[in-house]
């Protein structure tokens, strides 16, 4: 089990040393750029939980991350919204439920109000996508996708229109490699690319849960593919993670210093983002969510 632990999170929250050549370059931090922060990420500091200290099983007990501040992520070439590239795609793999649909289009609308970027959904393709080779059965009797087949042989062949980022869903479980027993995800961040699994997700867990953790986990991901690193400022959707249960104990929100990041160079509006955001968990009965940007809202008048 550690073992898995620790490969998930090396390869679904972008803590491999690949990461940085990954992304695509950005022009050099203007002098503008280092000044200091907009009154909105002032005011909403406040609302940030700082860390406590990490204890064993917990993911910055085991990795001494460095953190990033917000000089060093303008520095560092990451992705960033143009005319050609502005759209995010999530890709369903396999035969899902209605439920597991509900929860994909649900995925679909947080993450166009998270990021602020228009998001779609593809043509839901068929698990026979995916060959015998690429196939097994689990430990207790459940089949299994290579993550890599799906990244290498499906999702780098598609090429959608204006497209940014691009996460396959599966609805079947997956393995990274013959060793391991499994794994929630893998991407590519060079390629822009990712797949996760909705499988281990739902276990244990009711439509609620579930939905908040996909939420988590999606817009982790795709976080990391516009260039935030992990987060040791504060609790924060960003956080690097071990488990399940330490990712339910982490804050769907991002903290003040990671919403900076990712406004500098999206430029949206920090307020209407706030609104839509407390709009879309109060229509899903996310109560932490709601309360998270009441707060961030009471900050900002």
């Not at 990420?41 to 939980?49: E, G, L, Q, R, S």
């Not at 867990?205 to 504060?234: P, Q, V, Y």
Request: charged share 25%; net charge neutral.
């Amino acid at each position: 089990m550690k073992k898995f632990l620790l490969l998930f999170l090396v390869v679904l929250c972008s803590c491999h040393s690949e990461k940085k050549e990954n992304l695509i370059p950005k022009p050099q931090s203007k002098p503008e750029e280092t000044l200091p922060p907009q009154p909105y990420f002032t005011a909403i500091k406040i609302n940030d939980v700082k860390l406590g200290e990490p204890v064993f099983g917990e993911w910055l007990y085991s990795h001494k991350e460095k953190g990033q501040s917000f000089e060093q992520f303008m520095k560092t070439p990451h992705v960033v919204p143009s005319k050609e590239e502005n759209i995010i795609y999530l890709k369903p793999i396999g035969k899902f439920d209605l439920v597991q649909l509900k929860q994909i289009e649900l995925v679909r609308q947080y993450l166009q109000i998270f990021f602020q970027l228009e998001t779609k959904v593809l043509e839901n393709v068929s698990n026979d996508i995916i060959p015998d080779h690429a196939r097994r059965i689990g430990d207790v009797g459940q089949e299994q996708f290579l993550a890599g087949y799906i990244l290498n042989h499906v999702l780098k062949e598609e090429k959608p229109h204006k497209g940014i980022a691009l996460m396959a869903i599966t609805e079947k479980d997956l393995y990274p490699k013959p060793e391991w027993n499994y794994v929630f995800g893998l991407a590519s961040y060079r390629d822009k690319i990712a797949v996760s699994s909705i499988h281990r997700m739902q276990e244990e867990a009711d439509f609620t849960l579930c939905l908040e953790r996909l939420l988590k986990i999606c817009s982790h991901e795709i976080g990391h593919m516009f260039g935030l690193h992990h987060c040791i400022n504060a609790n924060c959707v960003m956080n690097g993670t071990n488990s399940m249960p330490e990712t339910d104990t982490h804050s769907i929100r991002l903290c003040s210093l990671c919403q900076r990041k990712l406004n500098s160079g999206f430029k949206y509006d920090n307020k209407k983002r706030l609104i839509e955001l407390e709009k879309y968990f109060k229509e899903n009965n996310l109560t932490e969510g709601i309360e998270l940007m009441k707060k961030d809202l009471k900050s900002i008048k």
